[in-house]
């Protein structure tokens, strides 16, 4: 009688406390909940599927750097609030969650796949059929018999033949110096500091081509971390086809803000712009494209590259190490999630001003529509048009941003509401 009256109140107990915190649940990844650290913590009685991490097709994955913490119950996704812990529906893109280092603070996280689960299993489906010629398969073995991953397998140096016809934007005009930076910064294996991959596994570089040939996005985030000042997002490990990363909200959230912070997000998208076309090492950063979940924004008001996944990247130093006949090559590797037969343009075609001309279309009048006095939106409107137009040179492009950041420098303000440059903000304008 004693153990069921026991029960019957830790049951309760935690029935109360899901009560509590249910207007909370969100799956939404603009939207990341930090648990309390008094919120009792309940003894781990959920069941990973392999499935839904992804690791059934693992070494056809993205690695395995962080499954532990998910094993452990120290990333949690906000609907485990509950004590029955069940996992999300595994088809969502992306997800909030939260992360710990210690089990009593927690700091929100997004946890999200390369591609849709729908894309993930047509891309399993075509290697399978047509390297198979079977409806399913170990796609790890069957990726492994290729001729990329055998040359792969031999290779001390991932070099620009290897990831000729690659289709993630990253990769259509590689250098031999970008790639060395992948590998030397690469998280899924011990760092060895070494442009030669000799510390690699054949299982590592599996998970390496698999990541490159589908989305680019972590690869980016690891060798040009924000620590290092670089705007993205912080690499926090992979699990399997899952990321993740720190947690922010997309820019979209951002559209009905008040007039001062429409202004200071946009010139901190200008500044992120110029810093991609102008930086010490020497590459040029452009997008294929733009959308509202492109940009994201900490909670400190700090605006970011957000989805790094349509980036591509320009050596200015070196140039592309690869021709125009190898870059249209084509494998099983460049057609897990692209359309094969589109044809993209060459490196030298690239405006310097395309993401920039982008943004000025899509993003800006969204978030600057309509918040200032007629005469000064009059004049918003007027550099936006001449900024979006991509028929103008590079030069009056640039020209028409700059005057645009002459417009909205004066209206941004300095308070404790953008603390990721207050205080600063005060001295350097008295100073």
């Known amino acids: 009688m004693l153990e069921m009256r026991s029960w019957l109140h830790c049951l309760c107990s935690n029935f109360l406390v899901w009560l509590l915190f249910l207007p909370y649940l969100s799956l939404n990844c603009s939207q990341a909940t930090v648990l309390p650290s008094s919120v009792p913590r309940v003894k781990p009685n959920y069941r990973f599927g392999r499935t839904f991490l992804g690791l059934d097709k693992c070494n056809a994955c993205i690695g395995t750097s962080i499954c532990k913490k998910f094993f452990k119950g120290e990333i949690r996704f906000d609907s485990w609030l509950s004590s029955s812990l069940k996992l999300p529906p595994n088809y969502l893109p992306c997800y909030s969650g939260n992360y710990t280092d210690d089990s009593k603070s927690w700091r929100p996280v997004d946890i999200s796949r390369l591609t849709t689960k729908y894309q993930h299993d047509q891309s399993d489906k075509r290697i399978c059929t047509s390297l198979t010629h079977a409806k399913s398969c170990s796609i790890e073995q069957a990726l492994w018999k290729t001729e990329r991953f055998q040359k792969l397998l031999k290779a001390k140096r991932l070099t620009p033949i290897l990831v000729q016809g690659l289709r993630t934007p990253m990769l259509r005009c590689p250098s031999q110096r970008l790639l060395d930076r992948i590998v030397r910064r690469y998280a899924e294996v011990p760092d060895a500091g070494s442009i030669y991959m000799e510390h690699f596994t054949d299982r590592d570089k599996l998970r390496l081509l698999y990541t490159l040939s589908v989305n680019s996005h972590p690869i980016i985030l690891q060798i040009f971390p924000g620590a290092e000042g670089w705007p993205f997002p912080k690499y926090v490990g992979s699990c399997g086809r899952l990321i993740v990363t720190t947690s922010s909200r997309p820019l979209k959230d951002f559209y009905g803000s008040s007039l001062e912070v429409a202004a200071d997000l946009a010139l901190q998208l200008l500044a992120v712009l110029d810093s991609m076309r102008n930086n010490d090492l020497n590459y040029f950063f452009y997008f294929t494209h733009v959308d509202a979940g492109t940009f994201g924004i900490?909670?400190?008001?700090?605006?970011?590259?957000?989805?790094?996944?349509?980036?591509?990247?320009?050596?200015?130093?070196?140039?592309?190490?690869l021709t125009s006949g190898q870059q249209g090559q084509k494998d099983i590797f460049s057609c897990l999630v692209a359309d094969c037969q589109s044809v993209f343009p060459s490196c030298d075609s690239i405006k310097h001003t395309q993401s920039l001309i982008m943004v000025c279309e899509e993003l800006l009048p969204k978030l600057l529509k309509g918040k200032f006095l007629?005469?000064?939106?009059?004049?918003?409107?007027?550099?936006?048009?001449?900024?979006?137009?991509?028929?103008?040179?590079?030069?009056?492009?640039?020209?028409?941003?700059?005057?645009?950041?002459?417009?909205?420098?004066?209206?941004?303000?300095?308070?404790?509401?953008?603390?990721?440059?207050?205080?600063?903000?005060?001295?350097?304008?008295?100073h």
């Open 298 to 321: 900490f909670n400190n008001g700090h605006l970011f590259i957000r989805d790094a996944s349509t980036l591509g990247v320009i050596d200015k130093q070196e140039g592309s190490q």
């Open 374 to 430: 007629p005469a000064v939106q009059e004049k918003i409107d007027s550099a936006l048009s001449i900024c979006a137009n991509s028929l103008l040179t590079d030069q009056e492009v640039i020209m028409a941003a700059q005057g645009l950041v002459g417009i909205l420098k004066p209206l941004q303000p300095c308070d404790s509401r953008f603390a990721y440059r207050y205080p600063d903000c005060k001295y350097s304008a008295k």
